[in-house]
């Protein structure tokens, strides 16, 4: 278990003039990607956000987790802990304000889960948890009110981890999210606090639970297979679903799409080095690259691996004509690709009227002059 811790143009020339344009065509696309490249970089620098914790001027407070026996030798970046059915054990953290501004602090617990990238999420909770999930890990620890520090104070905060009844196999994991909460007027708050999580920075520190540490041997399933849209963007979705109450680790995936009597690949994606946390699904994209949704019956492969543990499939699915046009008229990129051709073909339209005006006053001159 590992540890929890991205115009189309064409011209005729005369002989005469070719090399000298072709040369000119050339140093303009040059000078083009040039500039494009600067404004680029630009936007990066505008629109990306710095990472909040990377720097020490933006940490207003510290946390440390202290560790109880039950604690797996050797680990001390989480809570590792095994412990018997219906044990209850004190999670321990360390709060330390980092400056003389006092600060109330905000302890949640959450449930691990797997994310569209084949990551772990131990800070967050899933829209809807798998339905092989016995114990919610957020449901088995106490949620705490919200703390106050005062300038440069240090305070020690408990929080009871109670473990189910029954034994159970494998692992439940999950973490503690720890962010400031800060006075706002501006935002709505809750009406009993009068306050609101400023999401600038956040500790995660993961729990990982277990009745014993005997090994699970992890297994996978194919639930579904349909089209999907992700950040705006056509994709196809491939859920993936880890039943077992163990991690997944080094998984690795390889998909491929086409129509079914049809040898032609039509879409393909591949992604190595994810994990999946215990009993959790997660929908693994195959991007259409752009491409719009077009309804009839196809055909998924996927294969995945793990270690020496492999896993393949061949799914049917049906997109619908309904369901294609709905989801081709959200993707941004289908959009703008519609707007370059009508902004082009606009412009040519334009530059024909232009042309043929030219040549209607052009004979009406010649007219004229006979």
């Known amino acids: 278990m590992n540890d929890v811790a991205l115009q189309f143009c064409s011209a005729t020339f005369f002989k005469g003039r070719g090399q000298r344009m072709k040369k000119a065509i050339t140093y303009r696309k040059n000078k083009i990607q040039q500039v494009g490249l600067v404004v680029l970089l630009l936007l990066v620098n505008l629109l990306v956000p710095m990472s909040v914790g990377a720097e020490e001027g933006t940490l207003n407070f510290y946390v440390t987790p202290?560790?109880?026996e039950n604690q797996k030798?050797?680990?001390?970046?989480?809570?590792?802990?095994?412990?018997?059915?219906?044990?209850t054990e004190k999670l321990t953290l360390r709060l330390q304000n980092a400056n003389a501004e006092a600060k109330k602090i905000k302890i949640t617990p959450h449930t691990a889960y797997t994310n569209v990238m084949g990551v772990v999420e131990y800070g967050q909770d899933a829209e809807e948890a798998d339905p092989t999930l016995q114990h919610s890990l957020d449901d088995l620890i106490e949620q705490p009110e919200i703390i106050e520090l005062g300038g440069n104070e240090t305070k020690t905060v408990t929080l009871d981890l109670k473990m189910p009844k029954e034994a159970f196999e494998g692992f439940l994991a999950g973490g503690l999210r720890i962010e400031e909460v800060k006075e706002d007027t501006t935002e709505e708050t809750s009406d009993e606090e009068g306050v609101a999580i400023q999401n600038e920075f956040a500790y995660i520190i993961g729990v990982v639970v277990s009745n014993n540490q005997d090994a699970v041997q992890p297994d996978l399933d194919l639930l579904d297979v349909f089209a999907d849209q992700l950040n705006y963007r056509n994709v196809i979705s491939a859920n993936l679903q880890n039943f077992t109450p163990t991690f997944v680790n080094r998984l690795e995936v390889e998909a491929t799409v086409q129509r079914v009597g049809e040898e032609d690949i039509l879409y393909q994606a591949s992604q190595e080095q994810m994990q999946m946390a215990p009993n959790s699904n997660f929908n693994f994209p195959i991007s259409l690259e752009g491409d719009r949704f077009r309804s009839g019956e196809?055909?998924?492969?996927l294969k995945a691996t793990s270690g020496e543990e492999e896993w393949e499939w061949e799914r049917k699915f049906t997109i619908d004509a309904d369901e294609a046009r709905a989801l081709n008229q959200q993707d941004v990129t289908i959009s703008s690709k519609w707007n370059l051709w009508l902004i082009g073909a606009v412009v040519l339209i334009i530059l024909l009227i232009i042309m043929n005006l030219y040549l209607i006053f052009k004979k009406k001159i010649k007219v004229k002059n006979a």
């Open 66 to 68: 202290e560790f109880t």
């Open 73 to 87: 030798e050797g680990n001390e970046r989480y809570f590792q802990l095994n412990l018997a059915p219906d044990k």
């Open 298 to 301: 196809y055909l998924l492969k």
